[in-house]
């Protein structure tokens, strides 16, 4: 009696985990926000400081601004 309850268990998680019905990834997404109008170390030192630790400071050169990335 117990293998048959083992057995059908490890069959009815199989297939919750191939739907991902009880163990879903959490998945985080990322949110781009400008900072500043220009960009220059402040940017790297700044964006952890309004944000948080998990937040990074990115200069993007094409328009030259201050942009940080975090978790939204």
């Known amino acids: 009696m117990k293998i048959i309850f ?3 268990l490890v069959l009815l ?3 919750g985990i ?3 019905g009880p ?3 959490a998945e985080g997404k990322l949110c781009d926000v400008q900072l500043y109008d220009y960009c220059d170390e402040d940017c790297y030192r700044d964006c952890p400081k309004r944000y948080g630790a998990r937040a990074i400071g ?3 050169y094409h328009r030259l601004v201050c942009i ?3 978790q939204c």
């Open 13 to 15: 998680l199989s297939i």
């Open 68 to 70: 940080c990335r975090r």
């Open 23 to 25: 163990v879903k990834v």
């Open 58 to 60: 990115m200069c993007n």
């Open 18 to 20: 191939e739907n991902e």
């Open 6 to 8: 083992s057995v059908l």
